[in-house]
């Protein structure tokens, strides 16, 4: 079992959809976690990282669940430009170290 | 500014010889990771420096990889007798002192035929 599992996708919505992505961690060990956006042949970038009390950036929202080990993406207003492979991360020391990512999920947005 | 750069961009060898991909961070970063993604997967992690010192090799799938950092900046993965199965792309990214977000360079795309 990987240790942080996402729907690979794709997910394909109209611009100005909502669309929400779930993520599983298997060790109850991890502490930090992050969504981080990679587009077609280029290198992951950080998108937002992951808080307890969830939290929001402009139109997308993330949340944690650690009794349940999952975290969420919710993307409001889809934009053209959103399409992009997602990919959900945890780290065991706040991200000093190193980072354990899921295979990512695709997101089509499309007019 | 500049990013992280990472040399050559490709690389296509013959199995069994030997390769060395190169990673320059950004300027004055403390810490430079390495990672190496299949395609269709995320990023797996392949071993990690603060400064000069090695301090997770943990990922490292076998003996024929090593990497190095000797000044602290410019690092090197080195694959011996390549194989096959080490085809992927090479990822290296570096974070900066006090900050969460590690930025990834642009990759190495190794080819062993």
């Known amino acids: 079992r990987k240790e942080v599992e996402q729907d690979p996708g794709p997910f394909n919505v109209p611009e100005g959809a909502t669309v929400a992505f779930n993520c599983t961690y298997s060790?109850?060990?991890?502490?930090?976690f992050f969504w981080y956006r990679q587009d077609c042949r280029k290198e992951p970038k950080l998108l937002m990282s992951v808080y307890s009390s969830g939290n929001e950036d402009g139109r997308f929202t993330a949340q944690l669940n650690r009794a349940s080990q999952y975290i969420s993406l919710l993307i409001r207003d889809s934009k053209l430009s959103d399409s992009a492979t997602y990919l959900c991360?945890?780290?065991?020391?706040?991200?000093?170290?190193?980072?354990?990512f899921g295979a990512g999920t695709r997101l089509a947005v499309h007019p | 500014g500049a990013g992280v750069s990472q040399s050559p961009r490709y690389k296509v060898t013959k199995r069994g010889q030997d390769v060395a991909l190169r990673c320059d961070p950004i300027s004055g970063h403390v810490s430079l990771y390495w990672y190496r993604q299949a395609l269709g997967q995320g990023p797996e992690f392949l071993t990690y420096f603060n400064y000069e010192a090695q301090q997770d090799k943990s990922g490292l799938p076998n003996d024929r990889f090593s990497a190095e950092r000797p000044e602290g900046s410019i690092s090197t993965l080195t694959i011996q007798r390549t194989e096959q199965r080490d085809s992927a792309m090479y990822r290296c990214?570096?974070?900066?002192?006090?900050?969460?977000?590690?930025?990834f360079g642009p990759g190495t795309r190794l080819t062993v035929t």
């Open positions: 990214a570096s974070r900066p002192e006090g900050s969460r977000e590690q930025y």
């Open positions: 991360v945890s780290s065991f020391s706040g991200g000093y170290n190193k980072l354990i």
């Open positions: 060790n109850s060990a991890s502490q930090s």
